[in-house]
């Protein structure tokens, strides 16, 4: 098994400063995308947190299975999926401490999005709106539902396509890491095959750019460095207004 991954961030065409970040941890099969918000530079600190305390926790557990974890293990769920889910928990807990004691970065937050891959699967973790897709033999699929005001909307009833595009509150996020001293962590497996792409990206990207429009892209250029780079100009060109990243991973199986 080996994963290709490439990852870029840009500052977008409005803000003039970026509050995400992403993590490419090759020895480990690691990726993630994390998008801050606090305001100033809290944003960009508690992204930061996330995806350091995320690569640091698989550093350490990688050296030594039998390290003590800071939460129990859910019977419910594999090692592997525990594994993740603690790790985005840990980020957690570190971004709500320093909030709670720092004045200065009270209210910061961040969403994440993470795929771990193991010989034969792919654990999606994520919490908030930040998204990770799947795209195989020309198709592509949202795996990640978005912790969102919307999205809440959406499940209770059904809005027109003229409702969802005047929602007043498209930002608003239910859950993140730091909002609270612990957080519910998605975990999704999927059985990867030969060449399936997944795409991480924050809403920078996903509120820009259409599914069908990154599904068109993807089928057409086969190279990641360039498929990375063209998604985050079709998110400028758009409007850009929001922080742009993006990570692509592709699956081979030998």
């Known amino acids: 098994m080996r994963i290709e991954v490439v990852g870029h961030t840009h500052v977008g065409m409005k803000r003039n400063h970026n509050e995400d970040n992403y993590l490419i941890l090759p020895e480990e099969n690691l990726c993630c995308v994390a998008d801050g918000m606090g ?11 996330a995806v350091d305390e995320l690569a640091e926790f698989f550093r350490m557990t990688a050296k030594d299975q039998d390290a003590t974890w ?26 709500y401490e320093k909030a709670t004691h720092e004045t200065k970065y009270k209210g910061m937050g961040t969403t994440i999005v993470s795929v771990h ?13 930040s ?34 595009e005047n ?35 924050s809403d ?29 100009d079709l998110a400028n060109a758009a409007g850009g207004t929001d922080n742009v990243t993006c990570v692509l991973a592709r699956f081979h199986a030998n």
Do not use: W
Not at 39 to 49: F, P, Q, V
């Open 70 to 95: 800071p939460f129990k293990m859910d019977k419910a769920r594999n090692y592997d999926e525990n594994r993740l889910a603690t790790g985005i928990k840990l980020a957690n807990k570190s971004i």
């Open 204 to 232: 920078g990207l996903s509120g820009m750019v259409t599914d069908p429009q990154i599904q068109e892209l993807l089928a057409r250029t086969g190279e990641l460095e360039k498929a990375c780079s063209q998604l985050i």
């Open 117 to 129: 891959f193991t010989k034969d699967s792919a654990y999606v973790g994520h919490v908030g709106d």
């Open 167 to 201: 929602f007043p509150h498209k930002n608003v996020i239910v859950r993140a890491l730091g909002m609270k001293e612990l957080v519910q962590v998605d975990v999704t497996k999927v059985e990867p095959q030969q060449d399936d792409i997944f795409l991480l990206c």
């Open 39 to 49: 305001g100033h530079s809290s944003g960009e600190i508690a992204s930061k947190i």
């Open 131 to 164: 998204r990770v897709y799947f795209f195989r033999q020309g198709v592509l699929r949202q795996l990640t539902e978005d912790h969102s005001l919307l999205n809440d909307y959406l499940k209770a009833k059904k809005l027109t396509p003229e409702e969802i």
